[in-house]
């Protein structure tokens, strides 16, 4: 079955980078739509980036836009957050996201992801 798991959420300060991973097995990775979200306790989940696994392609929120980018290791399965810069709104847990996606769609974060990591926090303090 389908399983994603990320790693890599830790506590740092303004300002500083962290990395995030999240290794997908159980599918054809290169079919799929990959994303990022993030969500705080009490408050709706947003979407941070997607990347289209097949084509490179990416979309990123507002919010993150220059701070963040999404890589991906097609080789290893392996999606990355790397995120720069970062604020103490950025303060979430993150999660990893993946859906199938077929010839002509985009990789929106507004797509109904089918598949969902556990999540990992992310801490940032002033």
């Known amino acids: 079955q389908v399983q994603l798991v990320e790693s890599g959420g830790d506590s740092v300060q303004a300002g500083g980078s962290l990395r995030l991973s999240c290794v997908a097995s159980?599918?054809?990775?290169?079919?799929?739509?990959m994303a990022w979200f993030r969500q705080e306790p009490g408050k709706v989940r947003e979407g941070v980036a997607s990347i289209s696994a097949g084509t490179g392609m990416t979309y990123y929120a507002d919010s993150v836009q220059g701070r963040f980018t999404i890589p991906q290791d097609t080789d290893k399965n392996t999606l990355y957050l790397q995120m720069n810069n970062l604020k103490p709104e950025d303060t979430a847990m993150y999660y990893c996201?993946?859906?199938?996606?077929?010839?002509?769609?985009?990789?929106?974060?507004?797509?109904?992801?089918?598949?969902w990591g556990q999540g990992t926090q992310v801490t940032v303090s002033s």
């Open positions: 996201a993946a859906d199938r996606i077929y010839l002509g769609q985009r990789c929106t974060l507004e797509r109904d992801f089918g598949y």
């Open positions: 159980g599918y054809a990775y290169n079919r799929n739509c």
